[in-house]
């Protein structure tokens, strides 16, 4: 197992689960952050951005949860010596978001497809092993930006949005099932590997909505919304059409090569009001 880590983005909705995690298998762990971050046993925190004044100690192991794309920018220009191997997450969105009718996502498609290639040939330069996880929709520490807004609306409102005619497979992935991948792809079992990670469940687009308000905790009052109007609106504003796009989209993960490489098998999607509060990081 990993002796030393040194982890980007351990404040993030990740991090707050894999740092446990890797401190549980006795790894020293290193980790990065831009903000003041609480003490942790077995944690030393480093306060900062990723750029070339980041000096990481010598370690066993990278593991970055943060933006792809600044971590293989630091790597490639860093003077820290490269590790003996690296784990890295990037999106189920470098393919999903390839075609979006909006430039700013299908920028974000390639942004992340040309990092994980960058990461791979920084990893054979320098005969690392590297493992790159693209999750699907993360959810469970209360800060994501796709389905706690939604939650922490209803909370507040009481009214809980309900789309119709939203048939898109979804797969939502617990965060810490997306940390527990990540100290299961130290063993090096899927080195060289771009691995999809989806959730234990597909569900359409409105049956999650309805899964959440089912977990909020709080009574809420069905707020029905169709597609149509949703298209419509988008049309005067000018905005939302990618979102739209995929809510009729298949966005799913096939979670066989996870299981085999890995033997992590995510949990069901059946949230409770504890994934729509920000937890301690």
Avoid at 124 to 147: C, E, F, K, Q
Avoid at 156 to 167: E, T
Avoid at 201 to 229: H, Y
Avoid at 256 to 262: D, Q
Wanted: hydrophobic share 45%.
């Amino acid at each position: 197992m990993t002796s030393t880590a040194f982890v980007i983005g351990g404040s993030g909705a990740v991090g707050r689960f894999l740092l446990p995690r890797l401190a549980a298998t006795g790894t020293a762990i290193v980790a990065l952050s831009r903000k003041e971050c609480a003490p942790r046993d077995g944690v030393t925190w480093l306060r900062g951005g990723l750029d070339t004044s980041v000096v990481a100690p010598p370690v066993d192991a990278i593991v970055c949860v943060g933006p792809l794309d600044h971590c293989v920018a630091w790597l490639e220009a860093s003077p820290t010596p490269a590790p003996r191997r690296v784990v890295a997450l990037s999106s189920m969105s470098a393919d999903s978001k390839r075609e979006s009718l909006d430039a700013a996502e299908r920028a974000l498609a390639a942004r992340l497809a040309d990092a994980e290639q960058r990461l791979m040939a920084y990893a054979s330069r320098h005969t690392i092993p590297a493992t790159v996880l693209r999750p699907t929709l993360i959810y469970g520490a209360g800060v994501d930006r796709s389905l706690t807004p939604i939650a922490q609306f209803a909370r507040r409102a009481r009214v809980f949005p309900l789309i119709r005619g939203a048939h898109g497979l979804r797969q939502p992935v617990h965060a810490d099932d997306v940390a527990a991948a990540c100290v299961a792809a130290l063993s090096d079992a899927a080195a060289g590997q771009v691995l999809p990670l989806g959730g234990g469940e597909r569900l359409s687009f409105a049956q999650m909505l309805a899964r959440v308000r089912e977990g909020l905790g709080r009574r809420t009052i069905p707020l029905p919304l169709d597609i149509n109007l949703l298209r419509l609106a988008s049309r005067v504003t000018g905005r939302g059409s990618g979102m739209l796009q995929r809510l009729t989209h298949d966005l799913v993960a096939d979670n066989a090569p996870l299981v085999e490489r890995l033997g992590i098998s995510p949990r069901a999607f059946r949230p409770g009001p504890d994934c729509w509060q920000p937890s301690a990081s």
